[in-house]
């Protein structure tokens, strides 16, 4: 397609200390769709795990394609923006991929749920997902649970 980048220089799994595409790519393989981003460690010093949901940072934002799996600092309950599932395990400020659409599997259990609910990083633990609740105010929907118990969400992260 015109105007969309179709090569890149870094594999789906590889992490980097120096970026090999740059920030904010988008790249479709099949049905998939996946966007490179900077990993930080945020107040809590956690490392990325592969499979885990990342946030964006609260404070740098969307724009900044930075991201973490510690839930505080990508803004806490209510107002967290959850921006796709690592690709590899990353730590402070590596570079890697995170998918954002299609069918994938967690390495790390939903909060709660079951098959067909929609999935909000609203009042979720580091790393994972939770089940939209109406009594609460509503997160952004992010994913939808396809199988609970094989941790497989249909992703829907915002680009």
Excluded at 42 to 60: L, P, Q, S
């Amino acid at each position: 397609m015109p105007g969309h980048k179709t090569a890149f220089v870094s594999a789906l799994t590889e992490v980097t200390t120096v970026a090999k595409d740059q920030l904010g790519d988008i790249r479709w393989v099949g049905n998939k769709c996946y966007k490179y981003v900077q990993y930080d460690e945020a107040t809590a010093a956690v490392d990325g795990v592969a499979g885990e949901v990342a946030y964006y940072i609260i404070d740098t934002g969307y724009g900044a394609n930075v991201v973490t799996s510690d839930l505080s600092d990508g803004g806490g309950a209510g107002a967290v923006i959850a921006a796709g599932v690592l690709q590899g395990a990353m730590s402070q400020d590596e570079y890697g991929w995170i998918q954002i659409k299609g069918l994938a599997v967690l390495t790390i259990a939903l909060t709660a749920g079951a098959d067909g609910n929609a999935l909000t990083p609203q009042g979720s633990a580091d790393g994972t997902l939770d089940v939209v609740v109406t009594t609460v105010a509503l997160g952004h929907i992010c994913a939808y649970i396809v199988d609970v118990t094989a941790k497989e969400i249909l992703c829907d992260f915002p680009f």
